[in-house]
């Protein structure tokens, strides 16, 4: 399991500090029917590093981010309920996903051809119309889709509209 090494006791807000001046879109939850196996597989085939778990008589999760994401923080929230432990919990298919914009074409090849080895390539590299640009996809051991993209924009997009330099 990959944890964040820039994650502080400081950048921890206290009891009834939430350190948010506005609504934020800040997590997606998706349900597992096997915790370790979701953490194993997000946190080899994506960036994402687990941040926090809990757990209580319900089950267990997890929360993970990109490493040191801490001004727009969002959280992929992992969740294994006891009750439904052992099956397949995956609701994101065939076309509904989770997107990663990679900086380098190569990329996409790379997870691509990572996926195909272990099994959960989903859809093969190619090019779509813009604006999606280069992608592949895998599933995650529920079925979840993950979507990795190139040239995309999504992240110039939003930068563009409201970063420093518009």
């Known amino acids: 399991m990959t ?6 006791a400081a950048a921890t807000a206290g009891p009834g500090d939430s350190g948010i001046n506005q609504p ?68 994101m298919r065939p076309f509904a996903h989770i997107g990663i914009e ?13 996926a195909q080895a272990d099994g959960s390539l989903w859809w093969e590299p190619r090019d779509m119309p813009d604006p999606v640009g280069y992608i592949c ?11 990795f993209s190139h040239n995309q924009k999504v992240f110039a997009t939003v930068r563009e509209l409201w970063g420093p330099d518009r």
Do not use: C
């Open 102 to 114: 990679v900086p380098e074409r190569a990329d996409v090849d790379a997870i691509a051809a990572k």
């Open 3 to 8: 944890t964040d090494p820039t994650r502080t």
């Open 24 to 91: 934020r879109w800040t997590h997606i939850a998706l349900p597992s029917g096997d915790l370790d196996a979701s953490i194993a597989f997000y946190t080899s085939m994506t960036p994402l590093v687990v941040v926090a778990t809990r757990e209580d008589p319900d089950g267990r999760n997890a929360w993970l981010s990109n490493p040191g994401q801490w001004e727009t923080p969002f959280v992929l929230v992992l969740t294994a309920f006891n009750a439904a432990k052992g099956t397949q919990q995956g609701i």
């Open 137 to 147: 996809a895998v599933h995650d051991p529920d079925g979840n889709v993950v979507e």
